[in-house]
């Protein structure tokens, strides 16, 4: 039931943002994570996961109103530090493999970084360590398994668009594209958790 919620919310919300009805919109996305938290605690997930989608909903709130976007950029690098604090084991076990998935996502980073730096402006710094978070999160989920490195990439693919619209350089259909590849990658490192965190094995999305 959780799951299907879920799902009906991201559904809801994309319609909101294509149609232009902020009420709905902001309503929608305030829902999105706690549902999606209250989902993974029924099926026994961990409290670091749960946590981090708690803290998400926070950023997801801060981010709507002017002048929170550092507020929500910290409730964000908080929930990071749960998400690689979680799949820090199964990068530690990973083994050679862990260090090609670490060369791959630095030399990302740094393409990114050096691209972006002129625009950002005041946010040089801020944006800076968020996105080392962010890209931990992504080579730590990938160690744990398929569905939670596509998480983690699309979660990397979802900041990094809202890093270029600060940089003035925003992408068509730019909200609908942050949005999307958002909730799949919370549902995806979320589902993707299950797999060996003690929880009942994810059901297949």
Request: glycine share 10%; with cysteine; hydrophobic share 60%.
């Amino acid at each position: 039931m959780a799951r299907i919620l879920f799902l009906v919310l991201g559904a809801a919300h994309l319609l909101a943002l294509a149609f232009e009805i902020p009420v709905a919109a902001f309503t929608t996305k305030a829902l999105l994570m706690p549902v999606l938290a209250w989902w993974l605690h029924r099926q026994g997930g961990a409290r670091l996961m749960v946590a981090g989608l708690l803290l998400s909903t926070g950023g997801d709130v801060a981010l709507e109103f002017d002048g929170f976007f550092i507020v929500g950029m910290v409730f964000f690098a908080a929930a990071h530090v749960c998400y690689v604090t979680f799949f820090a084991r199964s990068f530690a076990a990973a083994g050679r493999r862990r260090w090609m998935i670490v060369g791959v996502y630095a030399v990302l980073w740094a393409v990114l970084v050096v691209l972006l730096w002129p625009g950002l402006g005041d946010l040089q710094i801020p944006v800076a360590v968020y996105s080392l978070l962010l890209t931990a999160t992504a080579v730590v989920s990938a160690a744990h398994g398929l569905r939670t490195g596509v998480g983690g990439a699309l979660f990397l693919v979802s900041d990094s668009l809202i890093a270029f619209r600060i940089a003035d350089m925003e992408l068509p259909m730019h909200g609908l594209a942050v949005m999307l590849t958002y909730m799949a990658a919370q549902y995806l490192l979320a589902s993707g958790s299950l797999a060996r965190s003690g929880g009942r094995s994810p059901v297949p999305a």
